[in-house]
T-cell receptor
C-alpha cells in the first residue's frame, strides 16, 4: 500500500529545546493531520491542514502543509516533559477518502 | 466533548478463542474504523464502515470480521485468535462527506497466548 515516510523515528531532547519532524511521500495529499499518542492511549488530533502552504498553530505546536502537497512538517517550541509521546502524521490521498498514517516519531524530553 | 470508547483496555485470550472488541462513539458519526498498531508498522486499517450494516475491507482484513448493527457501535471479531494477532487495536470514527478527521478511542491491548 501507500507509504508515508516519517522522520526522525525517535528524538531525545532536553526540556526547553525546539523539535522538528516531518512526513514525506511520493504521492499527493489533500489533507494532512498530526496526532499525538500518549503511552497506553489512543491518538489525539493536534492539528489539521487543508491547503498547500497552510501554516497552523496550536499553542506551542506549528504544522505546515508542504507546497508540493507531498509533505508536512510539525514543530514544537520550548518542549516540556508532557510533550513526551509518539507523534503521527496522517495524509488523505488525492482523489480518495483514505487516510495513510506515518510510522510515528517517538519523543523523549529530559528535564 | 467527543468520545470514542472501547470495551476493554487490556485483554488476554488463548489461541483459537473467539474474541469480540467493541467500540462505541457518541458523536453521531457515520464512518467507523478499526486499526491495529504494531511497533515500526504504524497504524494499519483492518475494516471500516460508512453506514449501518455496511462494511469494507481495509489493508489487512484476513483473520478478522466486523459487525455494525447500530450507527454508534462497531465490533471487531477475531473468529479464531492467533498469536500473530497480539497487538494494540484502535477504533476511530469520523463524519461523512466533510472533514477527514478521525477521532480515536483509547485502544485495546490484546495478547493472544
Amino acid at each position: 500500500g501507500q507509504q508515508l515516510n516519517q522522520s526522525p523515528q525517535s528524538m531525545f531532547i532536553q526540556e526547553g529545546e525546539d523539535v522538528s519532524m516531518n512526513c514525506t511521500s511520493s504521492s499527493i495529499f489533500n489533507t494532512w493531520l498530526w496526532y499525538k499518542q500518549d503511552p497506553g492511549e489512543g491518538p489525539v488530533l493536534l492539528i489539521a491542514l487543508y491547503k498547500a502552504g497552510e501554516l497552523t498553530s496550536n499553542g506551542r505546536l506549528t504544522a505546515q502543509f508542504g507546497i508540493t502537497r507531498k509533505d508536512s512538517f510539525l514543530n514544537i517550541s520550548a518542549s516540556i516533559p508532557s510533550d513526551v509521546g509518539i507523534y503521527f502524521c496522517a495524509g488523505q490521498l488525492e482523489d480518495t477518502d483514505k487516510l495513510i498514517f506515518g510510522t510515528g516519531t517517538r519523543l523523549q524530553v529530559f528535564p | 466533548d467527543v468520545k470514542v470508547t472501547q470495551s476493554s483496555r487490556y485483554l488476554v485470550k488463548r489461541t483459537g478463542e473467539k474474541v469480540f472488541l467493541e467500540c462505541v462513539q457518541d458523536m453521531d458519526h457515520e464512518n467507523m474504523f478499526w486499526y491495529r498498531q504494531d511497533p515500526g508498522l504504524g497504524l494499519r486499517l483492518i475494516y471500516f464502515s460508512y453506514d449501518v450494516k455496511m462494511k469494507e475491507k481495509g489493508d489487512i482484513p484476513e483473520g478478522y470480521s466486523v459487525s455494525r448493527e447500530k450507527k454508534e457501535r462497531f465490533s471487531l471479531i477475531l473468529e479464531s485468535a492467533s498469536t500473530n494477532q497480539t497487538s494494540m487495536y484502535l477504533c476511530a470514527s469520523s463524519f461523512q462527506g466533510g472533514s477527514i478527521e478521525q477521532f480515536f478511542g483509547p485502544g485495546t491491548r490484546l495478547t493472544v497466548l
